[in-house]
Nanobody, 123 residues
Framework: QVQLVESGGGLVQAGGSLRLSCAAS????????MGWFRQAPGSEREFVAT????????YYADSVKGRFTISRDNAKNSVYLQMNSLKPEDTAIYYC????????????????WGQGTQVTVSS
């Protein structure tokens, strides 16, 4: 019911900023909890951030807390991840995901996934 497409990835210098976007299709988008995950080469996919269907209670992984901000615009069927003070260890493929559960911070809890967008942070 929900299709997701990420965009906004690219190459940035350490300390720089980047904003990722996730465009969703489907009439049930506004009822979904949205999340961002990332996966570096040779690593497991890890949780980054999540936000409720009404845009409240954003929650972040400790590794990005204070640097990343998740937000959503239901009128535009989009969710965003503003990434500031980027570090080389933030380099990964970033995925957006959607689920109908109230809160979800594990990849197994998400039903719909985008194809990902590459973020590379140079030293």
């Amino acid at each position: 019911q929900v299709q997701l497409v990420e965009s906004g990835g690219g190459l940035v210098q350490a300390g720089g900023s980047l904003r990722l976007s996730c465009a969703a299709s489907g009439r049930t988008f506004s009822t979904t909890t949205m999340g961002w995950f990332r996966q570096a080469p040779g690593s497991e996919r890890e949780f980054v951030a999540t936000i409720s269907w009404v845009g409240t209670s954003p929650y972040y992984a400790d590794s990005v807390k204070g640097r990343f901000t998740i937000s959503r615009d239901n009128a535009k069927n989009s969710v965003y991840l503003q990434m500031n003070s980027l570090k080389p260890e933030d380099t990964a493929i970033y995925y957006c995901a959607a689920t109908y559960t109230m809160f979800a911070a594990k990849d197994s809890e998400y039903k719909y996934w985008g194809q990902g967008t590459q973020v590379t942070v140079s030293s």
